[in-house]
């Protein structure tokens, strides 16, 4: 494939850079790289695990009756038809996709018997990409971007 390595010449794997864009009701919330270039690569069959955690950008943390309280986006009507991550490629090294499994947590205060107790609780909702997807900026061998919609 255009655009592809050999395993076993040095610097060899992804060198385009990836980015990815994470919107809530088509308003962009964040724009972060997922892939520097550069990197190795990925077998058919191999599973890389990438994560992202939002961060205030104040840097200032939150404490509720002393629960350390993550920083998070809010998304009053939940995340399904209002999250949108758009994974984009900036080079024509081609990324051949066959499967995103996206895993979104939800946070939020719960209170606990006692004074004033409260603990953050934490629930994972699965999310899964299965269609085979490449990207590159090579329009022969690819797409520039590839939005999931959750």
């Keep these: 494939m255009p655009g592809g390595h050999d395993l076993g010449v040095a ?3 992804t060198d385009s850079k990836v ?11 964040v724009a972060v790289n997922d892939e520097p270039g550069e990197t190795a690569r990925l077998d058919r ?10 961060q205030n950008p104040t840097g200032i943390g939150v404490a509720v009756s002393g629960v ?10 939940g995340v399904s038809g209002h999250l949108m991550v758009r994974i984009r490629i900036h080079g024509d090294d081609a990324w051949r996709k066959q499967r995103i499994e996206s ?3 939800s946070g939020q205060l719960q209170y606990v ?15 899964v990409f299965g269609q085979e997807v490449v990207l590159s900026t090579n329009n022969a061998e690819g797409h520039t971007t590839w ?4």
């Design 11 to 13: 610097g060899s794997g």
């Design 19 to 29: 980015s990815l864009e994470i919107y809530r009701d088509g308003q962009l919330i």
């Design 45 to 54: 069959g191999e599973v890389a695990t990438r994560y992202w955690q939002f």
């Design 68 to 77: 350390a309280v993550p920083y998070t986006e809010d998304f009053p009507n």
């Design 103 to 105: 895993r979104v947590w």
């Design 113 to 127: 018997g006692g004074i004033d107790s409260v603990e953050w609780v934490e629930t994972p909702q699965t999310f």
């Design 147 to 150: 939005d999931l919609r959750y």
